[in-house]
């Protein structure tokens, strides 16, 4: 095996993070700091699986484009044959759909940590917030995007990690290993348990992984995910252990207001300061997938995938504008993701297995286990968001 040097490493590590910056959101932050003050560290091994199954999905993903040259929504195309395009249009629409109705969210999230420190109208911020993701987002070069987020990641994960290590005292460690690794189902849990999945293993991250896995090595590749979503697991699980320490209903300010009680001023600070770096690395990544997605899956050129962000983009700024969600579109997208995760996981399976596709690198026995059991969860997780849509439609 290929080993980097702390260079390389580093580098690959800021060049992944962009993983990172796509699930860990302001509803990362929402279901994790609900999940730690709802159920305290029950529910952390619903966590630890999404940080294994983001793991081995992205990793089989970008092993897909490295060896064969060509991208996940291409491999889909070749194996499905006529069909491959229909399913390959049904699949972008989704995955559109996902990012455009959680864009509003995203830019909310950021505005509402940049309020925590100051008192400044909303509809400025979303302005302001959306004209620097519109710059980050215009920049031509993934590599020059995917590290300037990777230091925004980095800037955020230490105020989460300190939140969280601050969060619980030393004789409570013990409690949080159990429950990292022995599941437990509390009564009424069941929608925390797939929300907690769902924020962190989404189906555009795995177009994401592919477009931007061209050019590297497989080591290179792997140590990169790795790193790069074991650090953004890290920063989940320390979001919601900071959660354990709100009582009552869980919201931003209230997050705020008891951090800044139980670690001084800074607390406060620091939740924001996460908060923002959540929201804003959310904001570009979100477009920015959307647009990688409908060029693997459409073969879109670049002016194309340019009108695709920022139509994205402009869908949440006027949803941020109005300070409101676009409810009957979440719905939809929930639906969508609901069909999406699986049918891809699917995809993958069967691809990573195939001689004529993948001469090397194909699964390991122990690869197709992992996906296999991550399959399973996936299809379940999708009926429940299925289910879950149907029920806010009713």
Not at 220 to 232: F, N, S, T
Not at 256 to 275: K, N, Q
Not at 286 to 293: G, K, Q
């Amino acid at each position: 095996m290929k080993y980097l040097s702390f260079r390389q490493g580093l580098s690959g590590v800021l060049f992944w993070s962009i993983i990172s910056a796509a699930f860990i959101g302001p509803g990362t932050v929402t279901t994790c700091g609900l999940a730690g003050a709802t159920y305290g560290t029950s529910l952390l091994w619903a966590l630890v699986f999404s940080i294994g199954a983001t793991m081995v999905l992205q990793e089989a993903a970008a092993r897909l484009t490295i060896a064969t040259g060509q991208n996940l929504g291409e491999i889909i195309s070749l194996r499905l044959g006529a069909r491959g395009r229909g399913v390959n249009r049904a699949l972008a629409v989704g995955v559109v759909l996902g990012c455009a109705a959680y864009e509003a969210g995203n830019i909310l999230g950021a505005v509402a940590g940049i309020r925590l420190l100051l008192d400044l109208p909303g509809w400025v911020l979303t302005i302001l917030i959306s004209t620097a993701a519109y710059f980050f987002l215009s920049i031509q070069s993934v590599s020059v995007l995917s590290r300037v987020l990777g230091v925004v990641v980095f800037g955020m994960g230490a105020a989460f990690i300190w939140v969280g290590t601050s969060a619980l005292e030393p004789e409570r460690w013990g409690e949080v290993v159990w429950h990292s690794l022995v599941p437990s189902f509390p009564a009424g849990a069941a929608v925390l348990i797939t929300g907690l999945v769902g924020t962190t293993v989404v189906p555009y991250n795995l177009f994401l992984a592919s477009g931007i896995g061209k050019g590297q090595s497989v080591a290179e590749m792997r140590q990169g995910i790795i790193l790069a979503v074991l650090i953004g697991g890290i920063i989940s699980v320390c979001i919601l252990l900071g959660g354990t320490l709100v009582q009552g209903t869980f919201s931003y300010q209230n997050a705020a207001e008891v951090l800044s009680v139980r670690l001084g001023t800074y607390g406060r600070s620091l939740y924001a300061i996460g908060l923002l770096g959540a929201g804003f690395t959310s904001v570009v990544t979100a477009p920015f997938a959307a647009a990688l997605t409908t060029r693997s899956l459409l073969g879109f050129d670049q002016a194309q995938s340019r009108r695709v962000w920022q139509g994205v983009l402009l869908m949440g700024f006027f949803f941020g504008l109005l300070d409101t969600r676009p409810i009957p579109i979440i719905i939809a997208a929930q639906a969508a993701n609901g069909l999406l995760l699986p049918f891809i996981t699917w995809q993958i399976i069967r691809a990573t297995s195939d001689a004529r596709i993948l001469p090397l690198h194909r699964n390991t026995r122990l690869q197709k286990f992992l996906l296999g059991l991550i399959f399973l969860v996936t299809a379940l997780l999708g009926a429940s968001s299925l289910l879950s849509a149907f029920k806010s439609l009713l």
